[in-house]
T-cell receptor, first 112, second 109 residues
Framework: DAGVIQSPRHEVTEMGQEVTLRCKPI?????LFWYRQTMMRGLELLIY????????DSGMPEDRFSAKMPNASFSTLKIQPSEPRDSAVYFC??????????FGPGTRLTVT | AQRVTQPEKLLSVFKGAPVELKCNYSYSGSPELFWYVQYSRQRLQLLLR??SRESIKGFTADLNKGETSFHLKKPFAQEEDSAMYYC???????????FGQGTELSVKP
């Protein structure tokens, strides 16, 4: 298994543009998590899904952020419109049991 | 409130020295505690969990419920231990992980 796959690995965009981050979890895992990592705030959970259903989105910073999981093998995190303060590394993780999470390589987002 | 606190942002030691990365938590109930590690340019990965009572790469962690701590220890640090270490907790039945801010361990030759 290739593990959790994220794309793109790097994204540079201008303020105001829409950004879509993609994640393919490990097959058979029924939990999917989106995290944001910054120097200031560390690792923050944004949202997580169980069996494709959003369970907790309390970490989503504001309405500009949205996440979907249309099926068990794909999830997206969208930022519209993007702002410079959204610059961070975004991680996707999946698990069969909620605590033993397998992380993807991350997407480094830079908003100028 | 559920919270994980790692008081040190950076810990620097010399090779062969003992290392202890501190983790304190607040949680109403019985949590499960974990340590995750992120080596340079690699993915975050599970290092160990308290229920396993195992030693991974020479690291151990003991859950102290009285002090609500779960410090990570290694008697003799190696250069390859240099990484970011995150302490995390979840409720026993599972659910989301709550991570601490992370501690960067730097082991100097």
């Amino acid at each position: 298994d290739a593990g959790v796959i994220q794309s793109p690995r790097h994204e540079v965009t201008e303020m105001g543009q829409e950004v879509t981050l993609r994640c393919k979890p490990i097959s058979g895992h029924d939990y999917l998590f989106w995290y944001r990592q910054t120097m200031m705030r560390g690792l923050e959970l944004l949202i997580y899904f169980n069996n494709n259903v959003p369970i907790d989105d309390s970490g989503m910073p504001e309405d500009r952020f949205s996440a979907k999981m249309p099926n068990a093998s794909f999830s997206t995190l969208k930022i519209q419109p993007s702002e410079p303060r959204d610059s961070a590394v975004y991680f996707c993780a999946s698990s069969r049991l909620a605590y033993e999470q397998y992380f993807g390589p991350g997407t480094r987002l830079t908003v100028t | 409130a559920q919270r994980v606190t790692q008081p040190e942002k950076l810990l620097s030691v010399f090779k062969g020295a003992p290392v202890e990365l501190k983790c304190n938590y607040s949680y109403s109930g019985s949590p499960e505690l974990f340590w995750y590690v992120q080596y340079s340019r690699q993915r975050l990965q599970l290092l160990l969990r308290h229920i396993s009572r195992e030693s991974i790469k020479g690291f151990t962690a003991d859950l102290n419920k009285g002090e609500t701590s779960f410090h990570l220890k290694k008697p003799f640090a190696q250069e390859e231990d240099s990484a970011m270490y995150y302490c995390a907790l979840t409720r026993v039945q599972g659910g989301k992980l709550i991570f601490g801010q992370g501690t960067e361990l730097s082991v100097k030759p």
